[in-house]
């Protein structure tokens, strides 16, 4: 459904879907924090196994880490679109508050790729803030992925330095 929405329909989700913005964004930190710390418990336990249960860890181990990175990113992406298509203070017009090259309304996959840029990165690259309440959603979310992405670095060195 996302990946086939038009943008009316993405206009008409941000209208009625993204109460309780806070809340939802604050509950995604804290699940991925939370996971982080699942993460390092099954590393710490994959230490003791060995053959193909401690590959079958291992592995689980990195399916988690990337579902858990690219649900953190489909939030804030989600996040993105719904305050960009929210109706502005006294304008019947968009909010917006990014600015995206090309002209062309952005569609869930601009901000799919937006949002990945800042997790991966953590900075914009053709896409620019415009607005301050976005611009600090945009800071929340570049500290969210660089503690993240420097966890699982750190994660991934110490897994590697104790299996072999």
Known sequence: MMWRADVGQIRATAATQDQGQG??????????????WVIAAELS??????????????????????????TVQLIFALHYAHEYYAPGDDSPNDAQGLLFPGGEAPD???????????????????????????????????????TFNTVVLALTINLLASLF
């Open 23 to 36: 809340v939802i964004l604050a509950l995604v930190i804290t699940a991925a924090a939370a996971s982080i």
């Open 108 to 146: 869930y996959w601009d901000f799919v790729h937006f949002s990945v840029v800042i997790g991966v990165a953590s900075q914009t690259a053709d896409i620019a803030f415009t607005s301050k309440p976005l611009r600090r959603i945009g800071t929340v979310h570049g500290l969210v992925a660089f």
């Open 45 to 70: 336990a994959a230490k003791a196994d060995e053959g193909l249960i401690r590959a079958l860890r291992v592995a689980l181990v990195f399916a988690t880490v990337a579902a858990s990175w690219f």
